[in-house]
């Protein structure tokens, strides 16, 4: 059985920093691909950041050059390191992979950045 356990959400200043993780379980990470969407109320659930099983990434431009996603195989976690954060980047964060046909999801980690 698959499992997706983020961590790391919580509450930050503007211009502050949070580092959220996602621990895989019943999965072979490394032959996964990974992303961390994400959903404010009142709007659609969108791509935050993914990364290839080769290590090539991909961002959303509102979080370019702020937000870094990494994968760390031999523990099974991938990373979203958040930095300068803005009002506008409050929301549900979300743990995805995919693997072959298959997706899996996390339960989700609330980030809210306010002053």
């Known amino acids: 059985q698959v499992q997706l356990v983020e961590s790391g959400g919580g509450l930050v200043q503007p211009g502050g920093s949070l580092r959220l993780s996602c621990a895989a379980s019943?999965?072979?990470?490394?032959?996964?691909?990974m992303g961390w969407f994400r959903q404010a109320p009142g709007k659609k659930c969108e791509l935050v950041a993914d990364?290839?099983?080769?290590?090539?990434?991909n961002y959303a431009d509102s979080v370019k050059g702020r937000f870094t996603i990494s994968r760390d195989n031999a523990k099974s976690t991938v990373y979203l390191q958040m930095n300068s954060l803005k009002f506008e980047d409050t929301a549900v964060y979300y743990c995805?992979?995919?693997?072959?046909?298959?997706?899996?999801w996390g339960q989700g980690t609330q980030v809210t950045v306010s002053s």
């Open positions: 990364i290839t099983r080769t290590g090539s990434t």
């Open positions: 995805n992979v995919v693997s072959g046909k298959y997706s899996y």
């Open positions: 019943g999965i072979i990470l490394s032959s996964s691909a």
